[in-house]
């Protein structure tokens, strides 16, 4: 019999501490709303598997590996049945020292605070039954890198940019939701979805449109606790560049910030409401879980383009942006793009990526270790065996853009800053169909 068990704590860190997500430095001042980490607990009676939602921009795989293993060892369970699946907030802390400090002591507690979620959660583990559903979410994801008529392409061009021709790709607009409906405990409802958690920015710390669908949901059925993973969404962001960011709308409906991030949580929290009473029965089982190692080729750069590498760099870390020859995004994709290649310089020709899978009955979790793009997880979920697979960005790792390979020779933000060669996507559509089928039997 499947038990399922829930547990919530808050994981705010100290102010003070470095906020993760851009290439300028950002220190927390205030909070907007509190960064939460929910856990559920599936036992069959004789496996168990805890899988997080956090509140957070992502944890380096090393640095994730530490944490499973404090999970594991406070919640006597293998540190590969420990599932962390990041929201990818950017209004969240830095976990691991890159370009702005970590605080280890902020990291040591939060750990343990997960350990503790992860034994209340098994604490709290009832007989269950689950349902599900599927919903469609419009105008709240849109893709973000665009063909130029220019023939070039561009992530984030800017709002009503005349030389946009068309956009690369086409959102995945399908919400999935779960319905656990326990013996004696909340109901829970897991719900997911895929887009870019940037639309607060800031230096307050805040769990961005993902703390909204949880309150929204929860707000509206009594008795129940909602539980948000985002899927893949490398791609993607809440930037409609068909609309005026200054018009006459937006005072009432803004194009970004905390009111259109309550927005997209509302609309997000809403299309699954309105399947929340079709669910239908998902079959119950065995729960299983893996990690597998996946090993990528690295993308190493050129010798000759160090040197500017490094220059574009001194720029950008001694303020000189405009001394930097381009505008906008441009600006971002040349730095990101230096960094990437003096990361690289001296680095191993292959890199390791861990994929993570959690199983329970007919449902699955697929956990990636950074930011794929949308079709990853339509490839996942397409070729998955069981009947209701949630892909999971920012899950156990953290390790970057995860391009199609198609994006490597057009060019843009991600393809140009991303540590791997063209083919990692498809590699991990690959692997996670791999090791789906074999826990599925």
Same mark, same amino acid.
């Given at each position: 019999m499947l038990k399922v068990g829930f547990s919530r704590i808050d994981i705010t860190p100290p102010l003070g501490t470095y906020m993760q997500g851009y290439f300028s430095p950002r220190q927390a001042d205030g909070i907007l709303d509190p960064l939460l980490a929910s856990c559920i607990a599936?036992?069959?009676? =004789?496996?168990?598997?805890?899988?997080? !939602?956090?509140?957070?921009?992502?944890i380096g795989q090393s640095v994730s590996d530490e944490?499973?293993?404090?999970i594991s060892? &406070?919640? #006597? *369970?293998s540190a590969d049945a420990v599932f962390l699946a990041c929201t990818h907030t950017h209004t969240g802390p830095v976990m691991k020292t890159v370009l702005f400090p970590h605080n280890p002591v902020y990291n040591a507690y939060c750990f343990a605070r997960l350990g503790s979620a992860a034994m209340a959660a098994i604490d709290d583990l009832r007989p269950a039954k689950m349902l599900s559903a599927r919903g469609c979410v419009k105008n709240v994801a849109f893709i973000r890198r665009f063909r130029m008529k220019d023939g070039t392409i561009r992530t984030?061009?800017?709002?009503?940019?005349?030389?946009?021709?068309?956009? *690369?790709?086409?959102?995945?607009?399908?919400?999935?939701?779960?319905?656990?409906?326990? =013996?004696? +405990?909340?109901e829970l409802a897991l719900i997911n979805f895929q887009v870019h958690p940037d639309v607060i920015g800031g230096t307050k710390w805040s769990a961005d449109f993902p703390g909204f669908v949880r309150r929204t949901f929860e707000g509206a059925v009594p008795g129940i606790r909602c539980i948000y993973?985002?899927?893949a969404q490398g791609d993607t962001n809440h930037i409609d560049v068909s609309r005026d960011r200054n018009g006459p709308d937006t005072e009432t409906f803004p194009v970004t910030g905390y009111k259109h991030s309550a927005y997209m949580g509302r609309a997000i929290a809403g299309a699954a409401l309105a399947v929340y009473d079709t669910a239908q029965p998902l079959a119950d089982g065995k729960v299983s879980f893996a990690i597998d190692d996946l090993i990528v080729p690295a993308n190493l750069p050129k010798p000759e383009d160090i040197p500017r590498a490094k220059h574009l760099i001194e720029l950008h870390e001694s303020g000189r942006? /405009?001394?930097?020859?381009?505008? +906008? &995004?441009?600006?971002?994709?040349?730095?990101?793009?230096?960094?990437?290649?003096?990361?690289?310089? #001296?680095?191993?020709?292959?890199?390791?990526?861990?994929? !993570? !899978?959690?199983?329970?009955?007919?449902? /699955?979790?697929?956990? *990636?270790?950074?930011?794929?793009?949308?079709?990853?997880?339509?490839?996942?979920?397409?070729?998955s065996p069981y009947s209701f697979t949630i892909p999971c960005c920012v899950t156990n790792g953290s390790e970057g853009y995860f391009p199609m390979y198609s994006a490597f020779a057009e060019g843009g933000y =991600?393809?140009?800053?991303?540590?791997?060669?063209p083919g990692v996507a498809e590699e991990i559509v690959a692997g996670h169909t791999r090791m789906l089928r074999r826990l599925h039997g």
């Open positions: 599936f036992s069959d009676g =004789e496996r168990t598997a805890v899988v997080f !939602s956090l509140d957070l921009i992502g944490a499973r293993k404090i060892e &406070m919640a #006597h *369970i984030n061009p800017g709002y009503l940019n005349p030389n946009i021709r068309t956009p *690369i790709s086409t959102p995945d607009e399908m919400l999935q939701l779960v319905r656990i409906i326990r =013996e004696g +405990g909340e993973f985002n899927g942006d /405009a001394e930097i020859p381009e505008s +906008g &995004m441009g600006v971002t994709t040349l730095v990101a793009e230096a960094y990437r290649m003096v990361r690289l310089e #001296h680095a191993a020709p292959d890199i390791l990526l861990r994929l !993570s !899978s959690v199983t329970a009955g007919d449902l /699955a979790f697929a956990g *990636i270790p950074g930011e794929p793009f949308t079709d990853v997880g339509r490839g996942i979920k397409e070729a =991600e393809a140009r800053s991303s540590r791997f060669c």
